[in-house]
């Protein structure tokens, strides 16, 4: 009922950039997302969290990307970004979109992930 499809990853260099994109879509004719957010994995490591936005645009910021990664979204087209400045190699992961829908089904929304390699 509700999809996520996140787009942007890729391999870069340390220092680099990339602009993650996450688009919320469902078949209902009303939709309602609370807060949306980033997470990543690494491998051997659990999941954790990078950054959300609620749906007024308060953020917040795994200690680790403060200064470096910008979240923000788009509320018309349901899409929440991940700009990612001064990449380091412990970036590098499975960054995942989370959307915490209310209408039409209430719930905890994840994308299918998209692979974030930084190399040294």
Same mark, same amino acid.
């Given at each position: 009922?509700?999809? $996520?499809?996140? +787009?942007?990853?890729?391999? #870069?260099? %340390?220092?680099? +950039?990339?602009? $993650? &994109?996450?688009? %919320?879509?469902? =078949?209902? &004719?009303?939709? #309602?997302?609370? @807060?949306?957010?980033?997470?990543?994995?690494?491998?051997?490591?659990?999941?954790? $969290? *990078? %950054? =959300?936005?609620?749906? &007024?645009?308060?953020?917040?910021? %795994? @200690?680790? *990307?403060?200064?470096?990664?910008?979240?923000?979204? @788009?509320?018309?087209?349901? =899409?929440?970004? /991940?700009?990612?400045?001064? /990449?380091?190699?412990?970036?590098?992961?499975?960054?995942?979109?989370?959307?915490?829908?209310?209408?039409? #089904?209430?719930? @905890?929304?994840?994308?299918?992930?998209?692979? *974030? =390699? *930084?190399? &040294?």
């Amino acid at each position: 009922q509700v999809q $996520l499809e996140e +787009s942007g990853g890729g391999s #870069v260099q %340390a220092g680099g +950039s990339l602009r $993650l &994109s996450c688009a %919320a879509s469902t =078949t209902r &004719s009303i939709f #309602v997302i609370n @807060d949306m957010g980033w997470y990543r994995q690494a491998p051997g490591k659990q999941r954790e $969290l *990078v %950054a =959300t936005i609620t749906r &007024s645009g308060s953020t917040n910021y %795994a @200690d680790s *990307v403060k200064g470096r990664f910008t979240i923000s979204r @788009d509320n018309a087209k349901n =899409t929440v970004y /991940l700009q990612m400045n001064s /990449l380091e190699p412990e970036d590098t992961g499975v960054y995942y979109c989370k959307a915490t829908v209310i209408v039409p #089904v209430g719930g @905890d929304y994840w994308g299918q992930g998209t692979q *974030v =390699t *930084v190399s &040294s």
